[in-house]
């Protein structure tokens, strides 16, 4: 053999190779299996085929450079089906896993509704072989009874009998004799027929034992399985029982601190009630001295015959001045002269002692309007106000001068100021912060109240929102803490706790009745509570994204609700017609709703997104009316006035802005501090706007 041959040997081995090589390649998804003899292949043909010429071996590698191509090919779609099968491969492993669950869900379902039959089947079998024993015992008792009572009036006869003949043994005759015991023999065989009966009766009681006893050892078997699954359950109930006493324990300390308030409010009343008993005497006092001063203001009433008199001789003398003044040449004109000194010097202490009067009754002023007294004190007070830095608006309209100056912060809490929300009556502030706390404002005194509960057994507890019931007696908030809690402003405690939203609570809204409570959460469901029951009646889940504002209309009929920035639409609960209509505009892009406002008659929504904008919608034909701009980043809250004739905002651009409904201008834009003001809200009057932000205060401002 030689060289020629074993070229064309080798030739055939390397295609051979490289078929499989492909193979390989395929299976490891590796190409090097199936390239590295192809060459080899191509090389040795290239050796073995001197002869041909150039153009043939150049349409040779073209044609083994379409077929490596091809090959490649094959090998990518074969790559992409082997990926396509592995990712089937992976919906049919879920799927499998979803099936699994579902089948134990429907075992466990059916061995349990199976397990509460044979439970209730074994109580009846139980009931049913208790009975049977009971009846079977008293048959027994009675068989007993009857046989006992038999045995006592046989044992009394042989005892007459027994009697009777040691009486009667010399006078009775044998025949007689004899029929007694014939009569005897009679009975005894009556008796022991009834005490065969006995036995056999006897017998089947215990076979009928014997088999209830059988019976019973299986039921009893059953029995103890039970009392361990019923162990434990009752090893559950034990640790539900313990929650439940920490809950009361809590409950108990809840109730105590509670006495210690009511406690500190009857001192409280008992000293403002001594306070009142030492005024009232001042005032008695006072009304003394003020009694005995008026006696002195009597002297008034003089006044203007003695200002009359003082008037009538200066302008006498004014005439004569006039008149090239002459000098008194006589004597009574000189002591004329003196009188009217005289008079003078009498009038002007008249004059000094009416001052002092009119001290008096500015003192008196004073006492009776002490709100006029301090008013300078509360306007020159660092710690309350300060000014506001005024941006000049982008508006040419005149009535664009409006200018808020003089601003009041509350502080008191630690971390950022997340919800705001005015009493009906407008004399409480009530502010939601991430520092876990609720506080309540006296606005009058400047005093607060601290409200504590959220959170306690997680470490996410923010106050979100807060709202006032509609006669202000109730204060809700929504937390991190997933759940909402419902306080008595008066007592200053907590009222009762909603449970049922899986992730934290966004918003909370009182209906115009305050029987009904509405809140939105991050799970994507807008939920309403009944507070009578203190259960959830109604639970929307039209939402694809976290649900960050829901709010009532005014008359109750309309629940508005807006979504993040996956969802970006508004949804409007028709409660009645249990309809729901959806308004869509805001941008693809950033257009999460985070913040609703109805108007006052009911007719316009407005929104506030996070596209920078704020949009005005008519309810009654579900279109936008207006698109309100200005505003350089995410709006976070939106308010009307109550009047309905101003809407406010906050951004995170550190911005209030006052706008016109009417026209859509923007009326006057205000720096608050330098931080994202979170929270705004109107008082019930109009003519305060409170602002909550992220340095921990409260900005309160007048409008005009």
């Known amino acids: 053999m030689n060289n020629r041959h074993l070229l064309e040997v080798s030739e055939y081995v390397c295609l051979g190779l490289s078929i499989l090589g492909t193979i390989v390649a395929t299976v490891t998804q590796q190409v090097v299996y199936a ?10 043909n290239l050796v073995n085929r001197p002869k041909f010429n150039y153009s043939q071996s150049q349409s040779q590698i073209e044609q083994l450079q379409t077929g490596l191509q091809n090959i490649t090919e094959e090998f990518y779609q074969v790559k992409k089906t082997m990926n396509t099968s592995n990712q089937r491969l992976e919906q049919i492993e879920a799927w499998r896993q979803q099936l699994s669950q579902i089948i134990d869900q429907t075992i466990e379902i059916a061995i349990n509704e199976r397990l509460g039959k044979l439970e209730v089947y074994k109580q009846e079998v139980s009931q049913i072989v208790d009975q049977k024993l009971q009846i079977s015992m008293q048959k027994l008792s009675t068989d007993f009874n009857a046989v006992n009572q038999q045995m006592q009036i046989v044992n009394n006869r042989l005892q007459q009998l027994d009697i009777s003949l040691e009486g009667l043994s010399c006078t009775v005759d044998k025949d007689e004799y004899l029929e007694n015991i014939a009569e005897l023999k009679t009975e005894l065989s009556q008796i022991n027929q009834q005490l065969q009966v006995f036995n056999s009766r006897f017998a089947e009681v215990e076979t009928s034992i014997k088999n209830g006893n059988e019976s019973s050892q299986q039921q009893l078997a059953e029995l103890r399985d039970n009392q361990e699954n019923q162990s434990q359950e009752f090893t559950q109930i034990h640790q539900q029982i313990e929650v439940v006493n920490s809950r009361f324990a809590q409950i108990d300390n809840s109730t105590q601190k509670l006495h210690q308030t009511i406690l500190e409010q009857n001192q409280e009343i008992s000293e403002i009630k001594e306070k009142q008993e030492s005024e009232s005497s001042n005032n008695n006092d006072v009304f003394d001295s003020i009694n005995q001063r008026l006696t002195k203001l009597d002297g008034l009433t003089e006044l203007d015959s003695l200002f009359t008199a003082l008037i009538q001789p200066l302008q006498v003398e004014n005439k004569s001045n006039l008149q090239t003044n002459p000098i008194p040449e006589t004597a009574s004109q000189e002591r004329e002269e003196i009188n009217r000194i005289n008079n003078l010097d009498s009038i002007g202490n008249s004059i000094n002692e009416s001052l002092k009067t009119l001290e008096i009754l500015t003192e008196l002023d004073t006492w009776f309007n002490p709100s006029q007294a301090n008013k300078s004190s509360l306007e020159e007070s660092d ?7 005024v941006i000049p608006t982008t508006s040419s309209s005149d009535e664009n001068t409006e200018k808020l100056v003089f601003v009041g912060t509350l502080k008191g809490h630690e971390n950022k100021v997340l919800s705001v929300a005015f009493s009906p009556d407008g004399r409480f502030l009530a502010s939601g912060s991430d520092d876990t706390i609720i506080k309540l404002w006296d606005l009058a005194t400047q005093k607060h109240l601290t409200f504590e509960g959220h959170g306690e057994y997680s470490w996410s507890r923010g106050i979100n929102s807060v709202g006032f019931s509609p006669d202000g007696k109730f204060l809700v908030s929504g937390s991190d803490d997933k759940t909402i809690k419902l306080w008595d402003v008066n007592l200053g405690i907590e009222v009762f706790t909603f449970t049922g939203h ?3 609570v966004n918003a909370v809204s009182f209906s115009p009745l305050g029987k009904i409570l509405a809140s939105g959460s991050k799970d994507k469901t807008v939920k309403m509570w009944s507070l009578e029951t203190g259960k959830e009646i109604y639970s929307f889940k039209g939402h694809t994204d976290d649900v960050l504002s829901v709010v009532f209309s005014p008359d109750g009929k309309l629940l508005a609700s807006g979504a993040g920035g996956n969802d970006k639409t508004i949804k409007i609960l028709q409660l009645a017609e249990n309809k729901v209509k959806t308004l869509t505009g805001h941008s693809d892009w950033f257009g999460g709703i985070t913040s609703l ?10 929104s506030g997104s996070q596209d920078k904008t704020i949009k005005l919608w008519n309810l009654e034909a579900s279109q936008e009316i207006k698109t309100l701009s ?13 009047n309905g004739q101003i809407l406010a905002s906050a951004s995170k651009d550190k911005t209030v802005k006052l706008w016109s409904v009417a026209s859509g201008e923007e009326i ?5 501090t330098d931080s994202v003001i979170y929270s705004i809200a109107f008082s019930p009057d109009g003519k305060i706007l409170a602002a909550g932000s992220r340095d921990t205060t409260i900005t309160l401002f007048p409008i005009a």
């Open 502 to 504: 899986e992730e934290r």
């Open 630 to 642: 200005g505003h350089s980043d995410h709006i976070c809250a939106v308010a009307y006035s109550p």
């Open 668 to 672: 006057s834009s205000v720096k608050c």
């Open 597 to 606: 406002a109805f108007s006052p008659d009911g007719k316009t929504l407005i």
């Open 35 to 44: 390239v590295i003899p192809l060459s080899l292949s191509v090389a040795l």
């Open 383 to 389: 710690n309350y106000q300060k000014t506001l830095e």
